[in-house]
């Protein structure tokens, strides 16, 4: 009968214990996935030491309204296939919301996946236009869209003068739908699209694509694509003795770009993007580029990888403000009341599809020192 | 018609690069029967460890461009050399035995180690050969400048090319090679030690795909973990191409796939530059299913 007791009274008091642990060490977990391997790992590894950064200062200021932050971390890969392993594994995992990722056929293969487990998803550099038409209330991103840039890419193309224009994208679906975009603008306006191809990606030689270029005779080329192959094409056509202006889109924005081509024929070279956080007056941003600084010793290397950080910003205020983890409650609260939320890479609001509102972009230009001169 | 010749240029410098690496792939498959997916890998390692002996040793600066290029090419070939051995004796000697099935998983799971080792070690982000430690002077070909450093490269793949070719058909050693890629059986019977001729083929073929790696670091300047994997996969089409297993067609098919690109890309489209080669792949397969110079089957290596 006592020995009988006893077990019933430790039962209990196991139950009691795991019943109260949680509440006692509160933890909210939010997700990243982002492609820690495969081609574009030097994003994904930048992705995440920003927002580990972003969660450890959470921490030390506190946690969220008392809950300290947790980042259960993915690796997509850079692989579709992969991302939708990656987004399974972690809706088992408990999370909040989930943040990532870089490329958009990557997050496309995960949304409906998050979609049905009824988390909220902030990718962070997805900028396919089709991603925030699918009706999914729980998708919300960080970057502008592809359609926003192409406008932004005919207006520039445009009041530098330019009518002879070469397209050049890889056959992404970033890539080719920017181009897409920007071709059917410019040509409305009776520019003359005197090229359009594409090139492959991850090669090294490009001689035979810039001597086909040449003969087109542009005024211009507007390349769409990455910037592994921006640079290389940069210094290919220096060797080459060929003068002729190129302008990227943002996915050279990448100070490797610079590395890549050299100095002198990165020198001139112009590329739209969303301001980088040292182009920033905020407070937020100086903020984030000394801690950024203090904790791996250098600057960010991509915009993108700041965008992470932005979803991580505003998903932590959504939290934070609503007191809540659904999906629907921070989706909610994301669409109808974050406005002009003082973000890393500028102010972010969102519309009702998710999309981040807000002219977001600009034009730089490299200096003869490799530098990205934001122009006026 | 300048336009043309332009571009056989450019097909020609790129399917160099080609045929080095496709020897490897040849050279293996000719005495083991297997195809070595990590000779991709061993090309980028070649470019890597170039730029880390470049930079280590500031070779440049002391005794001038022609002499550290042929220093460091040394020192790359023979360090790849013996990774090259190192691999055999890990990952394919103790599958002698097994079927060809998981020796070729035994080779894919080394190009995946090889990857990720270098990924870690170099991080992942792009590196970059130093620039202008090449001089950029230009000859004018039949009306055309032809960068130097092009010419030259050509003619180095071309060299080694014709020196693997005499060292396999006239000494002892290459005829070895030759008698174990027809029958190991009956080579180990005439008195040849078959293993260590295996361990010189993977000896030969990584120190000529790592010389291509450092080839290709030093012209275009740009290495990452990666590259192995496009530049493998071309050369073991060019392989297959020339007919695999057969050392002159590996060179044949590494030059006509270059050319092929380049021409595909300038006369037809450049986004159907691979679709065009591989198509031509297709054709000349179904004509020759043995390549084009793969009918010798005898003096296969």
Redesign the interface.
Known sequence: MNKRLITLGCLTLALLVLAIGPAWAKTIRIGLMCPLTGSWASEGQDMKQIVELLAAETNKAGGIDGAQVEIVIEDDGGDPRQAALAATRLTTKDIAAVIGTYGSSITEASQNIYAESGILQVATGSTAIRLSEKNLPLFFRTCPRDDEQGLVAAKTLTSLGFSKIAILHDNTSYAKGLADEAKALLEKDGKTIVFYDALTPGERDYNAILTKLKSADPEVIFFTAYYPEAGMLLRQKMEMNWNVPMIGGDATNNPDLVKIAGNKAAEGYMFLSPPVPADLDTPEAKAFMTAYQGAYGSAPGSVWAVLAGDAYRVIAEAIAKTGDTSGEKLAAYLKANLKDFPGLTGTVSFNDKGDRVGDLYRVYKVDANGAFVLQP | ME?FF??LT??L??GGIYALIALGYTMVYGVMKLINFAHGDLFTIGAYLGLTLLLSFGLFDKIGPLAAVGVLAIMVMILVAIIGALLERVAYKPLRRSPRLTAVVSALGASIFFQ?TI?AIY????L?YP??ILP?MAVNILGL?V?IIRILMFLTSLALMAALYFFIQKTKIGTAIRAAAIDQGAAKLMGINVDRVIMLVFCIGPALGGAAGLM?GLY???V?F??G???GLKAFTAAILGGIGNIPGAMVGGLLLGVI??LG??YI???W??AIAFCVLILILIVRPTGLLGERVAEKV
């Open positions: 336009e332009q571009q450019n097909g410098a790129v990720n990924m991080s992942p982000k792009f970059v620039h202008d950029k400048d960068p290709v275009y300047g740009q990452n990666s590259m994997w496009m530049y690109e380049a890309a300038a489209s450049i986004a530059k691979d």
